[in-house]
Nanobody, 124 residues
């Protein structure tokens, strides 16, 4: 079965950094674009970023994180990363990785596989 497991979340102060990891199994990782979404308390899940299947390939970022977050992947390790710099309290959310989009990369319902999420909390 396909499994996506996020790690690296935690508590950080405003301006700090975290790097999230998502380890995938049960799929041919190098064939699939990978995305990151987040969900804050009381809000719907929102798109953060996506990367195509090639290392060093195309990326797309939500305006709210552009210039601060960086997505990357290591296909040999079947892992996608999210480097988060200059963190703000507004970034506080559960972060999810997702795979196998069937439609728009910006829509959560386009993805068939999801991790269980990792909590990121940014204190002010």
């Amino acid at each position: 079965q396909v499994q996506l497991v996020e790690s690296g979340g935690g508590l950080v102060q405003t301006g700090g950094s975290l790097r999230l990891s998502c380890a995938a199994s049960g799929l041919t990782f190098s064939r699939y674009p990978m995305g990151w979404f987040r969900q804050a308390p009381g809000k719907e899940r929102e798109f953060v970023t996506v990367m195509n299947s090639n290392e060093g390939g195309g990326t797309f970022y939500a305006d709210s994180v552009k210039g601060r977050f960086t997505i990357s992947r290591d296909n040999a390790k079947s892992t996608v990363y999210l480097q988060m710099d200059s963190l703000k309290p507004e970034d506080t959310a559960v972060y999810y990785c997702a795979a196998d989009p069937s439609g728009s990369w910006r829509d959560a319902d386009a993805y068939n596989y999801w991790g269980q999420g990792t909590q990121v909390t940014v204190s002010s």
